[in-house]
């Protein structure tokens, strides 16, 4: 069995199994139309190995990461090594480092542009350093010209600590937002740096859903919760899997510019059986099955964040000399050789279900469908959200459980 670890990070994020398959459109569905959708773009393959890193042999719940910002921040990193600091990053058979530079450039950009019609979305990356050789201004211009990444200075905030200085900066980047707090413990010594990104994503559904403020359910969690429920019916994109006993919705966000994907196991049961299903072969395979389908749609009204950090788990893809003080080459951001490292990569991530559609204050009209499937979105799920214009993921993660009033036993 081959070592994940020999292979080169970024090459590993973009080489991988593609399957084709046939569907059918009708012109009824809602939300993109039906095509075959091949998982070619490496923000899936990243997001699905740091996705699995993040949830095996954790207590870690309500998991999110956005697979898109990650990958750009990185390859402006990268744009600061040498050798095989920078080696590591990306190795291409088929795809030079410029072509998906300038992909993830565009992609980006066009995200921004629909920022506000197909959802609402706060994001910011950061590179932060302290008392590191200094960095040379030609790196920090192109970090934050092509890839949206600043430079921050732990030492511009005497009146906080290092940790409070990047929950400020965080809180900051959600638009004035309160998120998760770091869990995870960091050694922020001199030299290091620390690469950062945030996301608040809220998606603007192209027909809306109804609720009512009092209309609490529960929820079955890994924690059984009281939670508000919001509902809707039409026709989407599904696949029932009956082997494998999952639900598979794609529901479109308003401009079909972008979608959000729905795993929901049959029954009440924790993730860990789904997420080791969640192979790109499999998920293409569920992709290219969705048909247009009569559905009745039940989801949770929450608000979602997550907090994490990633630096082993891209250790263990291979990014290991960058984080290794004696191995560490970023002498094409700095003068000197040696001093700069890795020493955290640290992301953010807040995901709201809410009702609304992209006409404000209308009533959802509910579509007359005949004999509809039921999906009930009452226990733990999987979401993905993916741009539909180059392909790329643009979040993923977990709904374990959701904040609320306990459910009680009566009995």
Known sequence: MLSISAISFLHLALVFPRISSSTTKEPKVQGPSQEIFKLHHPTWNLGLHLYRSLRINTSQTNTFISPLTLTNSLLGLVEGAKESTAGQFYDYPKLNKNELEKALTRELKAVQEYNKTSFIMHSSSALFSKEAPELETSFLEKLQTLFGVQHVAFENAPKQTDLEKLQSWAKSGMGGKETAVLKQPLDIKPGIMILANVLRFKGIWDQGFY?????????????????????????????????????????????????????????????????????????????????????????????????????????????????????????????????????????????????????????????????????????????????????????????????????????
Request: hydrophobic fraction near 40%; glycine fraction near 6%; avoid cysteine.
């Open 211 to 411: 609720h009512e403020e009092k209309d609490l359910r529960s929820f079955l969690g890994t924690k059984y919760t009281k939670v508000l429920m919001m509902h809707k019916s039409g026709v989407y994109h599904h696949y029932e899997d009956i082997k494998n006993m999952v639900q598979v919705l794609e529901l479109g966000l308003f401009g079909g510019k972008a979608s959000v994907v729905l795993l929901l196991p049959f029954h009440v049961e924790g993730l860990a059986r789904l997420e080791r299903l969640l192979t790109l072969d499999q998920l293409e395979t569920w992709l290219g099955k969705l048909n247009s389908t009569s559905m009745a749609i039940s989801l949770p009204r929450v608000n979602i964040s997550s907090a994490v950090s990633l630096q082993k788990h891209l250790s263990a893809l291979g990014l290991v000399d960058a984080q290794d003080e004696t191995s560490a080459d970023f002498s094409s951001a700095s003068s000197q050789r040696q001093g700069n490292h890795l020493g955290a990569v640290l992301q953010w991530t807040t995901l709201e279900l809410a009702p609304e559609s992209h006409v404000n204050g209308s009533k959802p009209e509910e579509e007359d469908v005949k004999q509809p499937k039921i999906f009930y979105a009452d226990h733990s799920f999987i979401i993905l959200v993916k741009d539909n214009s180059s392909g790329a993921l643009l979040l993923m993660g977990a709904l374990d459980h959701t904040d609320g009033p306990s459910v009680h036993d009566e009995l």
